[in-house]
Every structure is written in C-alpha cells, then in structure tokens.
C-alpha cells in the first residue's frame, strides 16, 4: 500500500512536471545563495588586496634601488636606516619585514660574482660571497638571479621582505613577499660603503 502511494506520488515528477515547475520562493533561494555570494566577494576582496599589497611592496623596491644606485658618495649606516624606513613607509609595512641592500661585482676570470658589502635590516641575513659561491645549486641558482654583467661590472641588489595577512580567512594564507631588485650603478662606476678603497 505504502509503495502504491509513492508510485501515485511520483507520477508527476515522471512526467516532467516537477523539472518545469517555476514556482518558488525567493527568502529560500536567498538563505541557500547568499553565503555563497559573500564568501566570494570576500574572497575576491582578499585576492584584490594581495595583489595591491604585492604591487606596492614592489614598487617601494624599485624606488629603494633607484635611490641607492644614484648615489656617488660612500654609503652608511644612516643612509640605511633612512632607505628602510623610506620601505616601511612606501610599502605601509609595521617594520615586520627585512632588507637587505648588497653590491656584487662579476669576476669573470674565476666566472663567479662576489660580494662588495651587504647590508640588513630587519630579519634578513647578510649575503657573502661564500654564500654565492658555497655549493653547485647555490652558485647555479645565484647564477640563474643575477644578470648577465661584463667582467668587473657591479650592479646593486636590493631585495625586501615583507608579511603579506588576508583581511578575511576565505582559504588565503598568510604569504611573504619578496622582491628582488636590480639596478646599475648610474653616475659611478660602484656604489660604496663607507669608503671607496
């Protein structure tokens, strides 16, 4: 009896008259659509703002190495400090990050590029040419970063760091931004660190 009932009950959807049903109502589909829809405007609200983000982390390092590399006078502490607060400031970071600020000359006759001086601020370590020259993947992947220079040619490498947070948790992760900056020496042929020896 009871499966008679259901067969009775059925009929209409096996003639089709359930798929062209246009009947509803509009607070339902509301209820089952619209989390739907806010979690996608804050997930593209999230992904505008890590590429916002990303693009004024790297355009703070592009004006960090166009600074730097203008300079004709030996470099110092001072002026270190003043280019990362210039970051911090240009990148709207709270001083979570790191710079490092490096000149490399290209030795062609050992084929390996060395390291003049480094200087950091924030997390980051100082690069040594020990550090370019250590192993056969790091010399291949230092190699594959730096441009093609002539020999005895410098180039400045200014390379930040900065802590990149979603404003909402819709599966985006907490990111570091790295930029890696290189520029020529413009109106020198090397940009010094205290002193030019």
């Given at each position: 009896?009871?499966?008679?009932?259901?067969?009775?009950?059925?009929?209409?959807?096996?003639?089709?008259?359930?798929?062209?049903?246009?009947?509803?109502?509009?607070?339902?589909?509301?209820?089952?659509?619209?989390?739907?829809?806010?979690?996608?405007?804050?997930?593209?609200?999230?992904?505008?703002?890590?590429?916002?983000?990303?693009?004024?982390?790297?355009?703070?390092?592009?004006?960090?190495?166009?600074?730097?590399?203008r300079e004709t006078q030996p470099l110092d502490n001072d002026y270190i400090d003043g280019m990362w607060?210039?970051?911090?400031?240009?990148?709207?970071?709270?001083?979570?990050?790191?710079?490092?600020?490096?000149?490399?000359?290209?030795d062609a006759g050992q084929d390996r590029f060395e390291v003049d001086w480094s200087q950091i601020r924030?997390?980051?370590?100082?690069?040594?040419?020990?550090?370019?020259?250590?192993?056969?993947?790091?010399?291949?992947?230092?190699?594959?970063?730096?441009?093609?220079?002539?020999?005895?040619?410098?180039?400045?490498?200014?390379?930040?760091?900065?802590?990149?947070?979603?404003?909402?948790?819709?599966?985006?992760?907490?990111?570091?931004?790295?930029?890696?900056?290189?520029?020529?020496?413009?109106?020198?042929?090397?940009?010094?660190?205290?002193?030019?020896?």
């Amino acid at each position: 009896m009871f499966i008679k009932k259901l067969q009775t009950q059925m009929q209409p959807l096996k003639r089709g008259k359930f798929i062209r049903d246009e009947e509803g109502s509009i607070s339902i589909e509301a209820m089952i659509i619209m989390p739907m829809m806010f979690w996608t405007f804050l997930s593209l609200f999230s992904i505008f703002d890590a590429f916002h983000s990303y693009s004024i982390n790297q355009k703070a390092a592009y004006t960090i190495g166009d600074a730097v590399s203008r300079e004709t006078q030996p470099l110092d502490n001072d002026y270190i400090d003043g280019m990362w607060g210039l970051f911090n400031y240009l990148a709207q970071t709270d001083a979570d990050g790191a710079m490092r600020i490096t000149s490399v000359v290209y030795d062609a006759g050992q084929d390996r590029f060395e390291v003049d001086w480094s200087q950091i601020r924030g997390s980051a370590a100082v690069l040594s040419t020990s550090e370019l020259t250590s192993s056969a993947a790091s010399v291949t992947a230092w190699k594959a970063r730096l441009p093609i220079i002539p020999d005895g040619e410098r180039v400045m490498l200014v390379e930040t760091w900065d802590t990149y947070d979603a404003p909402f948790s819709t599966g985006l992760e907490q990111q570091v931004i790295h930029n890696r900056i290189y520029t020529r020496p413009r109106y020198a042929p090397r940009v010094c660190w205290l002193a030019c020896n």
